[in-house]
């Protein structure tokens, strides 16, 4: 075989062969991190995101920090449990989170085993740098772990979209 393979960290595979280039987008067993938890939870993820996603955490893990994706994808029914639960953790019911159309992620660091805060401003400028949004930035209700790729028209367009079918592969078309 003439040509060369190499893995890139962003998802995307290089075919190298004579003068031709092309770059194939990775398939889901592509997103390997330190976790196996996050790994699977990146394949559950809008496939708009899911290489941003992974790009950033590969980032955090070259400057020595190992995060967790706890939440990514939520159905609406998962949502609603949430937002029933006392102390509140979330404002959003079911279809005003971003999380329903796997658009955000909840993610801590595990050090030595354990939930670790000390990074928390590094792991949010690594994010932001991937164009997320971070709950640790909203004015009320902060919500240090979040970070989503905002849509114009926010949650309720999205909704609309899912109402309307307006879907790809399980996804909302955005």
Known sequence: MNALLYTLPVIAYFVINK???KIVQGDAA??????????QRITNL????????????????RKGINVRIAS???SFKEQNEIFAK???????????????YGLA??????????????????????????????????????????????VKGGWRELLKKQKAGKLKNGYVII
């Open 86 to 100: 006392v102390p509140k953790v979330t404002k959003a019911q079911g279809g005003q989170s971003y999380h329903n």
């Open 105 to 150: 992620v909840d993610v801590y660091e595990i050090k030595s085993g354990k939930l670790y805060e000390g990074n928390r401003k590094e792991i949010a400028a690594v994010f932001k740098k991937f164009g997320f949004d971070w709950g640790g930035d909203w004015p009320t209700f902060k919500d240090y772990p979040h970070f989503q790729k905002t």
């Open 19 to 21: 003068n031709k280039s």
């Open 72 to 74: 990514g994808y939520r």
């Open 30 to 39: 592509s997103f390997k991190t330190w976790d196996k938890y996050t790994n």
């Open 46 to 61: 809008h496939p708009s995101i899911r290489t941003d996603v992974y790009r950033a955490i590969q980032e955090l893990q």
